[in-house]
């Protein structure tokens, strides 16, 4: 398998949506594990980058109908190939998590996982499949919490919210969607960017400085992902023909960096906000080389 193939099985310009997960659960959290707290996006993105390979293992017979230009359909990258390597990287984010945040850790670490293989070789195809992606997005939230789950409980769902708006309507890619589906995905979009302004509201009365500056960043941001997603759902809504729904979970996939950013900056750290959405326009350019849906 050459390094190129691997690139594109894995999708690997998607990989800029993850490390948010965490960083949102860590913010809300207080920061559970210190310094060491850098290592949960790296187990993050371990875990999705497995997914991405067993999606394509999953589907080889499908793509080899519709997408016959994917790796394993085109004979670039064996199924054996595929399945080894998304092993190897649930692996690899397993121990990352186990060596960071012991047993604490672990027991967020393992249903990510699960519910990401889960979705992959069983639940894609049923009516249950964009709610346990979306499960598998909100515990990846809590993952960066530590022992801290409830503290995580607002990013978590407004994460989870947003992956089940942009999964059901990423069933449409390739024969089409529906109108109903596309405002489906409008709303939960619109949720999400609503529990993120809440979410950076002050908590006490008499506003400081910093509350302000807080809720001011976090509402800016929550707007700026509200716009950006939900005009491209908005069109898919009008016309849900397969081009214009690709096009809007394209823009789902990676509107979700500026929904972290609106939690982040909701916690205060208004500085890595900014860093999560500069990662935006580096991801929308690297889309362009390698497909990330």
């Known amino acids: 398998m050459k390094t190129r193939d691997a690139v594109e099985l894995v999708r690997l310009p998607a990989v800029l949506t993850i490390p948010g997960d965490s960083l949102a659960g860590g913010a809300a959290a207080g920061w559970p594990y210190g310094k060491r707290g850098w290592a949960m996006p790296a187990a993050s993105a ?4 497995a997914g991405m390979a067993l999606n394509d293992y999953a589907d080889r017979s499908l793509d080899a109908v519709e997408r016959p230009e994917r790796p394993i359909p085109s004979g670039r990258v064996r199924p054996g190939e595929a399945l080894a390597l998304a092993a190897g990287l649930t692996g690899a984010g397993l121990g990352i998590a186990t ?11 393992v249903p990510v996982a699960a519910a990401a293989w889960t979705y992959d070789l069983a639940a894609k195809d049923t009516p249950a499949g964009p709610a346990v992606m979306a499960a598998a997005r909100g515990l990846d939230v809590l993952l960066g919490a530590g022992g801290r789950p409830r503290r995580a409980a607002l990013p978590a769902s407004a994460v989870a919210g947003h992956t089940l708006g942009v999964t059901s309507l990423s069933r449409g890619e390739v024969h089409g969607g529906s109108r109903r589906t596309g405002l489906a995905a409008l709303a939960t979009t619109a949720s999400a960017a609503g529990a993120a302004a809440a979410a950076a509201l002050p908590r006490r009365r008499g506003r400081r400085a910093h509350d302000t500056r807080r809720a001011v960043a976090g509402a800016a941001f929550a707007a700026t992902y509200a716009g950006t997603v939900g005009r491209a759902q908005a069109r898919a809504a009008r016309n849900p023909d397969a081009a214009t729904v690709r096009t809007a979970t394209g823009a789902g996939v990676r509107g979700v ?11 205060g750290a208004i500085g890595l906000a900014a860093g999560l959405l500069a990662a935006g326009p580096i991801a929308r350019l690297a889309s362009k080389v390698v497909s990330p849906t």
């Open 257 to 267: 960096i500026g929904l972290h950013a609106a939690l982040v900056a909701g916690t």
């Open 99 to 109: 060596a960071v945040g012991g047993r604490a850790a672990v027991r967020v670490a």
């Open 46 to 49: 371990c875990f999705y980058l």
